[in-house]
């Protein structure tokens, strides 16, 4: 079945500090990768995507993600973390774009002063 | 460019009223979709139309749920009689057919039901 998985509830990590959110996808021919944040009473909007080419992508706010084919995943990072980027991260899969957007269970990142 | 936007932003209900959310997808996209966000869990996958069409609607959880896009432009999505577990958010996006971009979401609806 097609599915994505974010393992971590919850992320903690320190101001100035790199972060790593996680996101495996299940395989199904070459899906299309996508991460979406949402603050605090606002929709999601769109952080950066993974359709093909380079397997590291650079989206908004600093974020970038590498896509793993061998191991299927699209983990989220930044080299450094602001207290403004605390918020729900959701990982996303399509599979062709007459398809259904698949999200993961969403990672709530905390970053600390 | 407007976005995808949502009607209403917010709505309380009692038990067994009916209520009608409304998505107007951004102008040309043909894929819109709807997707329900439970308190605390995952955003589930409801529906997806592909113009008028249902593509999709192995999400929708009975038959108290309704959706419709005559024309292929908004989209209704109408719960009657309205439970309590019917309370979340309730998301709309819209993306184009072709192109295989992202959708875009509108703001969400924050469905109560009392």
């Known amino acids: 079945a097609q599915s994505v998985a974010q393992p971590e509830d919850q992320v903690n990590v320190a101001e100035g500090n790199p972060l790593t959110v996680k996101c495996t996808y299940s395989?199904?021919?070459?899906?299309?990768l996508f991460w979406y944040v949402q603050y605090p009473n606002r929709g999601l909007q769109f952080l950066l995507k993974?359709?093909?080419?380079?397997?590291l992508v650079k989206g908004s706010y600093g974020f970038e993600a590498e896509f793993n084919k061998s191991q299927t995943s699209f983990h989220l990072k930044k080299p450094s973390a602001l207290v403004s980027d605390s918020a729900l991260y959701f990982c996303?899969?399509?599979?062709?774009?007459?398809?259904?957007?698949?999200f993961g269970s969403g990672t709530r990142l905390s970053i600390r002063p | 460019e407007a976005g995808v936007t949502q009607f209403p932003s917010h709505s309380v209900i009692e038990k067994g009223q009916t209520v009608t959310l409304r998505c107007d997808p951004i102008?040309?996209?043909?894929?819109l979709y709807w997707y329900r966000r439970v308190m605390g869990k995952e955003i589930k996958f409801l529906l997806h139309?592909?113009?008028?069409?249902?593509?999709?609607e192995s999400g929708m959880p009975n038959n108290r749920f309704l959706a419709e896009r005559t024309g292929g432009t908004y989209s209704t999505l109408k719960v009657q009689p309205a439970e309590l577990e019917d309370s979340g958010v309730y998301f709309c996006?819209?993306?184009?057919?072709?192109?295989?971009?992202?959708?875009?979401f509108g703001q969400g609806t924050r469905l109560t039901v009392v």
């Open positions: 395989v199904s021919g070459n899906p299309y």
């Open positions: 139309f592909v113009k008028e069409s249902k593509q999709d």
């Open positions: 996006a819209s993306s184009p057919l072709t192109g295989n971009t992202e959708a875009f």
């Open positions: 996303a899969v399509l599979y062709s774009s007459a398809s259904k957007i698949i």
């Open positions: 993974y359709i093909t080419g380079d397997n």
């Open positions: 102008s040309g996209h043909d894929n």
